[in-house]
């Protein structure tokens, strides 16, 4: 059975799963500084005098491609340590573009303090992963998924134009400022801004601008060949003691975790980030508001990679590559004719830069209902972690130590609902639970966390 340079890539999404965005937390009383990923300005509504997150674990997997439909369901396979197998995967309708993410996120430690009732800092630590596939035809994945092995493909003139393939690995400290700026009667306004120095541990991409290949029979019953004719793109990766070429799954990555990552030893890249925010609150009362909404754009800036990187521009043409094994980068590369002589070596890569819309409707003394709309904006073709575009509706309930939410969500084409719990320091929650108890999942999402919460503010 042969492989090309995709399979092992492909196969890594549609089998795995490892959300950041966390809905069922943190529109609520108890989000603290997981609300300042998605709005700096949210600091100054902040409840609480100081809020201490000790640590914040979330995964998130979605495509628009497969759907999982073993015989258990997900969360069965995954407590009883069994691998999911290509065969386990389905088709879903559709001739699209497919697309889907895998998604890591640890953050902690991580303070923040109310200097005043009107204003707060926070000082937080993060490393977050990403291996994402934007734009690949639904006939290049059924090649991936068959391996290359199924007849229905063989002897056909194929093409590909627009497909990409970016692993990331960031480690970043950040230093968030949020003020109360107005206030009128019962309206207020709060603004606030996150500075993020951003370590790049590692990055790969693989960029393809035109391809036109075919699979034919390799002379063993049900195994195919695949023959490139002509690919033209753009192929960049970072290298680092101990991590190796290239990665096709960031939790190998992670799990080489150093603290040193955060100022920037050893990493191959660095860089700046920003967000900005702002919050409008209605407040019949001084106590609580009965409507808060927000506006905040976030992960804005991009991290260069100087040492240890290879970049490279292929365009060829008029010759046949074959490819015939499970391929790593050093049987890539003389395939492609990419030598050091066309190494540009440096290149850059973009935070996923994302608009973040929030409204939170409080219904009564502990029942609220929120929205979310997030929506990428990231240019297509860029070499970029990416933030997917979602829509949510949130209802919650919130007592005094603990609380209990629903987030209804739209993501790549899918409906999910998911359940949040928080009881006390700890939280725990899916935004897609249902796929974890069924067997017709088309992705995973959980998070948990533990967090201190100070004595609550007087409100100004």
Not at 253 to 269: D, R
Request: aromatic content about 10%; glycine content about 10%; hydrophobic content about 40%.
């Amino acid at each position: 059975m042969r492989k090309h340079l995709l399979l092992p890539l492909l196969l890594a999404l549609l089998q795995s799963g490892h959300s950041q965005n966390l809905l069922g937390l943190t529109t609520s009383s108890f989000a603290g500084t997981n609300a300042l990923v998605l709005n700096p300005a949210l600091g100054a509504a902040n409840p609480h005098q100081f809020y201490v997150n000790l640590a914040t674990a979330s995964g998130h997997m979605n495509n628009n491609f497969g759907q999982y439909g073993g015989a258990n369901s997900l969360l069965n396979t995954v407590l009883r340590g069994k691998s999911i197998s290509p065969n386990d995967i389905s088709e879903l309708p559709g001739n699209g573009l497919k697309s889907g993410d895998l998604l890591a996120d640890l953050r902690g430690p991580a303070v923040m303090l109310a200097l005043k009732n009107k204003n707060s800092i926070a000082i937080s630590t993060r490393v977050r992963s990403g291996f994402q596939l934007r734009d690949a035809s639904k006939t290049l994945i059924g090649l991936v998924r068959a391996k290359l092995d199924d007849p229905a493909f063989y002897n056909q003139a194929l093409r590909d134009d627009a497909f990409s393939v970016n692993s990331n690995v960031l480690a970043e400290i950040g230093v968030s400022y949020s003020q109360v700026v107005y206030e009128q009667d019962q309206h207020f306004l709060s603004v606030g801004g996150t500075l993020k120095r951003v370590s790049g541990v590692f990055s790969a991409h693989f960029k393809n601008t035109g391809m036109n290949y075919r699979v034919e029979p390799a002379g063993q019953p049900d195994e195919g060949l695949l023959f490139i004719s002509q690919i033209s793109g753009e192929l960049g990766y970072t290298t680092a003691e101990g991590i190796g070429k290239f990665s096709v799954d960031p939790s190998q990555i992670l799990s080489k975790f150093k603290p040193s990552w955060f100022w920037g030893q050893g990493t191959p890249g660095a860089g700046w980030g920003f967000d900005l925010g702002a919050v409008y609150e209605f407040r019949p009362t001084a106590e609580h508001y009965k409507l808060r909404v927000g506006v905040a754009v976030t992960d804005i800036g991009a991290v260069n990679y100087k040492t240890n990187t290879n970049k490279f521009f292929f365009d060829t043409k008029g010759r046949e590559i074959d490819f015939e094994h499970t391929l790593e980068l050093p049987t890539v590369e003389p395939k492609l004719n990419l030598t050091n002589a066309n190494n540009v070596g440096q290149f850059r890569s973009m935070l996923p830069t994302a608009l973040n819309l929030t409204a939170d409707l409080r219904l009564s003394d502990d029942f609220y209902v929120s929205a979310t709309y997030i929506q990428n904006l990231v240019a297509a073709g860029a070499v970029a972690m990416r933030q997917p575009s979602l829509l949510a509706i949130v209802p919650r309930f919130e007592g005094k130590g603990s609380g209990i939410a629903v987030p209804i969500n739209y993501i790549n084409g899918a409906l999910r609902a998911g359940i949040a719990v928080c009881f006390g320091p700890v939280f725990l929650g899916s935004d897609n639970v249902l796929d974890f108890v069924n067997n017709k999942a088309r992705g995973a999402d959980i998070y948990a966390g533990l967090a201190v919460m100070g004595l609550r503010k007087k409100k100004p």
